[in-house]
Nanobody, 122 residues
Framework: QVQLVESGGGLVQAGGSLRLPCAASGRTISSYAMGWFRQAPGKERQFVAAISGSGGMRSYADSVKGRFTISRDDAKNTVYLQMNSLKPEDTAVYYC???????????????WGQGTQVTVSS
């Protein structure tokens, strides 16, 4: 079992930045692909970014490409989502997840955190 805990969310003005850490416990995440998803009010959860177990592959949703960066520090058992140039439409609950293979589809992820709220004001 892998337990995931996101943090770093909050209120930020448009154009600002936030970094979301996702700390894992229970098992090392070095063999897992890790992903970030988000869910805005009244909308379905959507893919944001993913990184392979080796860190050699990354994928981003078109809406965040060039603004968000996913990274991992296996020594700290932590995955990060660096979010720059934030827009009001980035407002959502952000979830960290772990999968046994690199994927962008939600169904591939077996372990999920509880989420952290990000609110971007205009």
């Amino acid at each position: 079992q892998v337990q995931l805990v996101e943090s770093g969310g909050g209120l930020v003005q448009a154009g600002g930045s936030l970094r979301l850490p996702c700390a894992a416990s229970g098992r090392t995440i070095s063999s897992y692909a890790m992903g970030w998803f988000r869910q805005a009010p009244g909308k379905e959860r959507q893919f944001v970014a993913a990184i392979s177990g080796s860190g050699g592959m990354r994928s981003y949703a078109d809406s965040v490409k060039g603004r968000f960066t996913i990274s991992r520090d296996d020594a700290k058992n932590t995955v990060y989502l660096q979010m720059n140039s934030l827009k009001p439409e980035d407002t959502a609950v952000y979830y960290c997840a772990a999968a046994s293979f690199f994927a962008t589809a939600e169904y591939a992820y077996s372990y999920w955190g509880q989420g952290t709220q990000v609110t971007v004001s205009s």
